[in-house]
């Protein structure tokens, strides 16, 4: 599947924050089925199954249309016997998401400077 511009302005900040994932990483991982689309007219998120879960690892858009997306996406997990969904992404999701807790945190620090 390829993204269309549009498509890849809405995620390209969410992977440029934490993954820096290519847009043609996206892509290969759609076409070969890791990775799964779903979307809204102004909203998308990419997930991949990672182990018994679900994980949302880039989405971008419109917060309602997130919310949508999200209950799309653990409908999809329900039908398809995943246990959880996981979300990947900036702590301001814990307050706009219900029913998610926090187990674990993923901080990175660049070394441009020196180790110390």
């Given at each position: ?7 890849w ?7 440029e ?15 070969s ?84």
């Open positions: 599947m390829i993204i269309s511009d549009k498509m302005e809405v995620l390209k900040s969410s992977t924050a934490y993954e820096n994932i290519s847009r043609e990483d996206v892509e290969s991982g759609l076409l089925g890791d990775f799964m689309l779903f979307t809204a007219p102004q909203s998308l998120a990419v997930t991949c199954a990672y182990g018994d879960a679900l994980r949302v690892g880039l989405a971008g858009g419109d917060l309602e249309e997130l919310m949508e997306i999200e209950r799309d996406i653990c409908s999809y997990a329900k039908q398809n016997d995943f246990s959880s969904v996981e979300i990947i992404g900036r702590p301001g999701w814990e307050r706009a998401l219900g029913g998610y807790k926090r187990v674990a945190v993923i901080m990175r620090k660049g070394l441009s400077h020196g180790v110390h």
